[in-house]
């Protein structure tokens, strides 16, 4: 395979919706760090080669809940939090690495295609960018070995691993802090993979090897809010929407996580999280949309 187009797939699409059971969510649990002055971006990561890695075992899944989440927490500026509708919710300053709000984060949930971000940086790990590969099926315990290393070694102790394309699987999970950590460490390490999840849309001509592809990038963002330029979508039928998504805006960079919104919503929800990140960080207003 032509990794590039596999990354670019990988961060650009969806799989196919098979039915497994979803996750229960927690009692609500929420955090917001106390806003000072801008830390610098923390340094790059510099981690041991991967180890084997132990099987997580995987939580009791349960029907998702139907109520909206309504977290109450005290907000830095006295900024009034969104009302999101959404099972688990992330959001950090990317410039500094700190979490601004957290709900329900720390909880197993089908993460979706949410999970092609491990797919990507480990192919890019193994291959590079340029390699031509044919690809055994002999390979895919291998892979997934390797992507649930990866986790291991970020720290990630609410994610694991069955597939590297998301479809839905009872012990396949991750969460949306864990997620969260992985997408920084994915902006911070790959910008390769930043660059692509960037592009709107991209021609590959054929060649002798393969047919010409013209791939369009799922996310709406990219077109109806200024700033976004990644990262991640993703639906299934026990996930529901599911997003990462990157946005810059008057030198800050914001990135937030959302698992779990109702079918539908999550495009129209992110952009009222990514206001409430701009607006504790003090960045007013959101420009028009070009």
């Known amino acids: 395979m032509l990794i590039a187009a596999g990354a670019c797939s990988a961060l650009a699409s969806a799989g196919p919706i098979q039915p497994v059971e979803a996750v229960q969510p927690p009692d609500e649990i929420a955090a917001v760090t106390d806003l000072g002055p801008l830390e610098p971006r923390p340094p790059r990561l510099h981690l041991p080669p991967d180890p084997t890695p132990s099987p997580t075992p995987a939580p009791t899944m349960a029907a998702p809940a139907t109520a909206p989440v309504r977290v109450a927490v005290a907000a830095a500026r006295a900024i009034p939090l969104p009302v999101i509708d959404a099972q688990e919710i992330a959001l950090v300053n990317l410039d500094t690495g700190r979490f601004l709000w957290q709900s329900h984060a720390v909880m197993a949930w089908a993460p979706a295609s949410l999970t092609k971000i491990f797919t990507a940086m480990v192919a890019v790990d193994v291959l590079g960018m340029s ?45 949306a802090h864990d997620l969260a950590i992985a997408a920084m460490y994915l902006e911070s390490h790959y910008g390769s993979l930043v660059t692509i999840a960037a592009t709107p849309s ?61 079918a539908g919503t999550a495009y129209a929800q992110m952009p009222k999280l990514l206001d409430y990140g701009f607006q504790l960080l003090g960045v007013l207003p959101r420009p028009p949309v070009p």
């Open 131 to 175: 390699a031509t590969v044919a690809v055994p099926s002999s390979i895919r315990a291998t892979f997934i070995a390797d992507m649930n290393a990866k986790a291991a070694r970020l720290g990630l102790r609410i994610t694991h691993f069955l597939n590297p394309t998301g479809l839905d699987q009872p012990g396949h999970y991750s969460s």
């Open 202 to 262: 991209i021609t590959f001509p054929a060649t002798a090897s393969h047919k010409a592809f013209n791939l369009v990038s799922l996310d709406k963002l990219l077109w109806t809010y200024p700033g976004t330029y990644g990262l991640k979508t993703g639906w299934t039928d026990a996930a529901l929407g599911c997003l990462i998504t990157t946005s810059s805006r008057g030198g800050h960079r914001l990135l937030a996580v959302m698992l779990g919104a109702p």
